[in-house]
């Protein structure tokens, strides 16, 4: 895991829309709550260019932060955010607090490992899909993962990596797994080049089509 993020926040007693609307053109800090561990929810508000330092780390979407509240430091991890949909800007964040003793939810990101070099790709001229970049998992605050890994190495053309193929750390459970077998849902797969099992196709019609022509002239 990657060094703690830590965040200094301010308790934030101006609510309401147009409160938000002035701390984000005013003030340049973003709006923010933290809620969770059988505590009352608390209003935030976080200096603006701090949290999107922060978002410039893959590890602190998956990693257990540190929130600096006027001194008092909290446990959480990044539960929301909202972005202008506009101008992807952050205008709100969502964080829960954590108990280390109790096990969370928590999407990690998937690192998909050797794609230019994949088999299906680089012998058999097919492409990768991804169907998923994240996974949910249930774990420990201290057994969360930065990042899971997948090896596209060997993976050849109609193959499909499933959610029960990738390797999960000790603790570490797959959400979708422990509903059962029908929720082994696909994170990638290669498929061959788009228009080649088409072309294949009107080949064969056209070569049905003739042999019927010579046929009936016949």
Do not use: W
């Not at 955010?81 to 939810?105: C, G, M, W, Y």
């Amino acid at each position: 895991m990657s060094d703690q993020f830590e965040l200094y926040a301010e308790v934030r007693e101006d609510l309401g829309k147009g409160a938000s609307r002035r701390l984000r053109r005013l003030a340049d800090q973003v709006p923010a709550i933290i809620y969770g561990a059988d505590k009352d929810p608390q209003p935030l508000s976080i200096i603006r260019k701090d949290l999107e330092k922060a978002l410039e780390h893959e590890a602190f979407f998956s990693h257990v932060l540190v929130i600096n509240i006027g001194g008092k430091k909290q446990k959480a991890i990044l539960k929301d955010l909202q972005r202008h949909p506009a101008r992807n800007s952050v205008t709100h964040a969502d964080f829960l607090r954590v108990n280390e003793k109790v096990a969370i939810k928590v999407n990690v990101p998937v690192h998909f490992l050797n794609e230019t070099t994949c088999h299906g790709v680089k012998v058999q001229g097919g492409m990768i899909q991804h169907q998923a970049t994240d996974i949910e998992v249930l774990c420990l605050p201290s057994d969360i993962p930065e990042y899971l890994e997948v090896d596209m190495a060997g993976v050849e053309i109609g193959d499909i990596i499933h959610l029960s193929d990738i390797a999960l750390p000790e603790g570490v459970v797959s959400v979708a797994l422990s509903l059962g077998e029908d929720h082994d849902l696909a994170v990638a797969s290669v498929v061959a080049p788009r228009g080649g099992s088409d072309d294949e196709s009107e080949d064969d019609s056209s070569s049905s089509s003739d042999e019927s022509s010579d046929s009936s002239e016949d």
